[in-house]
């Protein structure tokens, strides 16, 4: 429930119930997962990484994940118009630089590896924007930001009280 400035009360529906906390059960994997985190993320734009984590947390339907990053990326001065595009970024490519676009396209494509795999033209986009090095740590990035959906959305992890940091 909130109250706005003119004193109107919302009911919201209540919070679902976390399956586990997962990370109190297996303290070492998480600890893990935050270093490697950290480690993937070394050497990007701090603003990419959290686009990357936002654009493929919305893919994988990871609530959790979408409060935490767009919290990240607000306070790591995105805009906000910038992540309200990005669950449509091909139909408002505008808003990116090449370089994003083609991170963006690379992190649809090693999240959605249903649809096959990473084609060669999204890999060789990326590679003309990154370089062999950043373009390792960007893979990495995605790689990971998608573990953590999934320990987000099978432990059902309950969006809207992160703050930003807090896990760092």
């Not at 936002?54 to 990240?72: E, G, P, V, Y």
């Amino acid at each position: 429930m909130t109250t706005n400035e003119n004193t109107t009360t919302v009911e919201y529906a209540p919070e679902h119930t976390p399956r586990m906390d997962w990370g109190k059960h297996a303290p070492e994997v998480f600890r893990t997962m935050v270093r490697l985190d950290a480690a993937a993320g070394q050497g990007l734009d701090p603003k990419l990484r959290e686009l990357v984590k936002i654009r493929a947390s919305q893919l994988n339907h990871c609530a959790f994940c979408l409060d935490m990053h767009t919290k990240d990326a607000l306070a790591a001065g995105e805009s906000v118009e910038r992540i309200i595009q990005l669950s449509a970024w091909e139909e408002s490519r505008h808003f990116y630089t090449e370089k994003e676009v083609a991170a963006l396209e690379l992190t649809d494509a090693v999240t959605v590896l249903t649809d096959g795999f990473v084609p060669d033209e999204v890999y060789e986009k990326a590679a003309k924007h990154f370089e062999e090095a950043e373009l390792a740590q960007l893979i990495a990035a995605i790689t990971v930001i998608n573990a953590w959906n999934r320990f987000g959305v099978t432990t059902r992890a309950v969006p809207g009280h992160y703050q930003p940091g807090q896990y760092k």
